[in-house]
């Protein structure tokens, strides 16, 4: 049985570890680059202004102001993107620290995801140089864009953590997941309109909980609207079942882990 009250005396034991991996996790992503931090700025601009050069072409028009569509949507995929690889091999990538002392396993998955929402959190200056920038109003709704993010975090982290589980046991899904968010950067309307999805085809599409993220996100940053009920329940419903799932497996299998690794 689950002891709520053990893991949390636990958590709180070590939550000197889960500040230092995050700290180990922000420096190390750019440790061999000259400018360094820098890059969690310059990376999703240079990505807007290559996507929007590209797209603006075809949707430019249809699109109200394209480059902050753009960035909005991509910045909530990438998050998500990031922190679910490199979650995805953190029981595997600190084997030797495992092996040697006893840590709460799941430290590793929940740094890596915190140290990814930290650069996520960075990237929003960038949204909001480009907001200035482009001439987009800023709604008071900007006010409820901590719900729909806090509910992609536990998303994040519950996916994160079937995927260390699994991939501790199955090394192939590391390789095959990187075909998944591919798929599903198309299956999340990023640098398109959802209305030239044929009918036919958008129920796949709204059963993406992360096409319901960056749904949300825009409303509130792009329309100054407080997100539609049906997609931010549905983000909701399935971020509770990921980060349930997600803590079952891991606490079902964890023992098991040093076996596999």
Same mark, same amino acid.
């Given at each position: 049985?689950?002891?709520?009250? +053990?893991?949390?005396? =636990?958590?709180? +034991?070590?939550?000197?570890?889960? =500040?230092?991996?995050?700290?180990?996790?922000?420096?190390?992503?750019?440790?061999?680059?000259?400018?360094?931090?820098?890059?969690?700025?310059?990376?999703?601009?240079?990505?807007?202004?290559?996507?929007?050069?590209?797209?603006?072409?075809?949707?430019?028009?249809?699109?109200?102001?394209?480059? *902050?569509?753009?960035?909005?949507?991509?910045? *909530?995929?990438?998050?998500?993107?990031?922190?679910? !690889?490199?979650?995805?091999?953190?029981?595997?990538? +600190?084997?030797?620290?495992?092996?040697?002392?006893?840590?709460?396993?799941?430290?590793?998955?929940?740094?890596?995801?915190?140290?990814?929402?930290?650069?996520?959190?960075?990237?929003?200056?960038?949204?909001?140089?480009?907001?200035?920038?482009?001439?987009?109003?800023?709604?008071?709704?900007?006010?409820?864009?901590?719900?729909?993010?806090?509910?992609?975090?536990?998303? =994040?982290?519950?996916?994160?953590?079937?995927?260390?589980?699994? !991939?501790?046991?199955?090394?192939?899904?590391?390789?095959?997941?990187?075909?998944?968010?591919?798929?599903?950067?198309?299956? =999340?309307?990023?640098?398109?309109?959802?209305?030239?999805?044929?009918?036919?085809?958008?129920?796949?599409?709204?059963?993406?909980?992360?096409?319901?993220?960056?749904?949300?996100?825009?409303?509130?940053?792009?329309?100054?609207?407080?997100?539609?009920?049906?997609?931010?329940?549905?983000?909701?419903?399935?971020?509770?079942?990921?980060?349930?799932?997600?803590?079952?497996?891991?606490?079902?299998?964890?023992?098991?882990?040093?076996?596999?690794?």
């Amino acid at each position: 049985m689950f002891d709520f009250k +053990n893991h949390y005396r =636990t958590f709180k +034991n070590y939550s000197f570890l889960l =500040t230092e991996l995050i700290k180990r996790d922000i420096s190390g992503k750019y440790k061999d680059s000259t400018l360094g931090l820098f890059w969690s700025f310059l990376n999703p601009l240079l990505s807007m202004i290559v996507l929007t050069i590209v797209f603006s072409t075809f949707f430019g028009r249809t699109i109200e102001n394209f480059p *902050v569509y753009l960035l909005s949507g991509k910045l *909530v995929f990438d998050l998500f993107a990031n922190a679910t !690889t490199g979650a995805m091999d953190s029981i595997k990538g +600190n084997s030797e620290i495992i092996k040697k002392i006893y840590v709460p396993k799941y430290m590793f998955a929940v740094g890596i995801v915190c140290s990814e929402f930290i650069n996520f959190l960075i990237s929003l200056v960038v949204l909001i140089a480009v907001m200035i920038v482009t001439g987009a109003p800023f709604y008071w709704s900007l006010f409820y864009s901590p719900i729909p993010l806090f509910f992609l975090l536990l998303l =994040t982290m519950g996916v994160g953590l079937i995927l260390a589980t699994l !991939t501790t046991f199955f090394t192939d899904i590391k390789y095959l997941y990187g075909v998944l968010t591919m798929l599903l950067s198309f299956m =999340t309307p990023l640098f398109y309109p959802i209305e030239i999805i044929p009918e036919k085809f958008l129920f796949f599409f709204k059963i993406n909980p992360l096409y319901a993220a960056v749904s949300s996100f825009r409303d509130i940053v792009l329309y100054g609207a407080f997100p539609q009920t049906k997609f931010l329940l549905y983000l909701i419903i399935t971020s509770i079942f990921a980060l349930i799932l997600g803590v079952y497996l891991f606490y079902r299998y964890q023992d098991e882990f040093v076996i596999n690794i």
